[in-house]
């Protein structure tokens, strides 16, 4: 082989292994709604390296979303699922193994807050909603995983991850109940982790992001200023969702076997800062 040809494999190889993470793994993607929707970004991603999977969402967020057009594009079909409902896990595990075989990647993206949404204070809240923000935003995952577990339905080496937030570890008092439900999902994630891991070598992680203009993110009240608090509090500034999205490819690809129970920050650094001198330029100009 001449020189030429030898460097032109090594280029191919090189290629094959950064656009082809994903290559032969199939799975399930929960909670695309728009094109701002950070499940939806994934899909893209996904396809993008070389991975296969089928769309899932309520059948209430698929008559409000154009979740079919993202389907369209990465030639895949949408299987309605509430993922509150047991039944209905098990008829969406049953047809993608059915279509796939054993899974390879799961992503939860899915939360919503009812008291949130209708402006309910954390002293005020509506109990009823309280455990319906629970069930839809942590326990899903947990119900999730059960299924997938009892199914034996995951590959070995296979990676699970839902999306959390800061707001499981520190007061945002305007996130209300969202955050005692992102610190459910992630101690779920812990504790499911270790029994996936001895189970089939499974990991399972949470992605703890930063405030994104999502169409859920975005309803939160005083979002705009935060977003930008934390925009200027971060060294790197807010990751995107394009960004998460790689990310998220990254720990579902075989590059990071041996992480498996965490809530990893994908912040702009957000979660260590104490101070940021740009907040104080601020106080200082708007006092001037």
Not at 142 to 159: F, I, L, P
Not at 194 to 217: E, M
Not at 257 to 268: A, L, P, S
Request: proline share 2%; aromatic share 10%.
């Amino acid at each position: 082989m001449s020189e030429i040809n030898k460097l032109n494999t090594i280029f191919e190889k090189i290629y094959n292994m950064s656009h082809n993470l994903l290559k032969g793994k199939k799975g399930i993607i929960f909670g695309a709604l728009d094109d701002k929707s950070i499940a939806w970004k994934v899909a893209e991603k996904v396809k993008e390296q070389g991975g296969e999977f089928v769309l899932s969402n309520a059948p209430v967020a698929l008559r409000m979303g154009k979740i079919s057009d993202l389907a369209e594009a990465c030639n895949t079909e949408v299987i309605a699922a509430d993922a509150t409902n047991m039944e209905d896990l098990q008829a969406l595990f049953d047809q993608a193994v059915e279509k796939y075989g054993k899974l390879d990647f799961i992503l939860h993206s899915i939360g919503m807050s009812p008291n949130v949404r209708k402006g309910k204070d954390y002293t005020n809240l509506n109990y009823d909603w309280y455990h319906k923000t629970m069930d839809i935003s942590a326990f899903s995952f947990h119900r999730v995983m059960q299924t997938a577990y009892k199914m034996d339905c995951m590959n070995e080496w296979g990676s699970i991850l839902a999306l959390s937030y800061i707001a499981a570890q520190r007061v945002f008092p305007d996130y209300g109940d969202m955050a005692d439900a992102k610190a459910t999902l992630e101690s779920i994630t812990r504790s499911f982790g270790y029994h996936f891991g001895q189970k089939a070598n499974v990991r399972v992680n949470t992605i703890s992001q930063s405030p994104t203009y999502t169409t859920a993110g975005s309803g939160v009240k005083g979002f705009a200023e935060f977003f930008e608090y934390a925009e200027k509090m971060s060294p790197l500034g807010n990751a995107s969702s394009d960004a998460c999205a790689d990310y998220c490819v990254s720990l579902f690809s075989d590059l990071s076997k041996m992480i498996t129970m965490q809530n990893i920050y994908h912040d702009g650094g957000f979660s260590n800062m104490g101070l940021s001198p740009a907040l104080i330029m601020d106080a200082i100009e708007k006092e001037a």
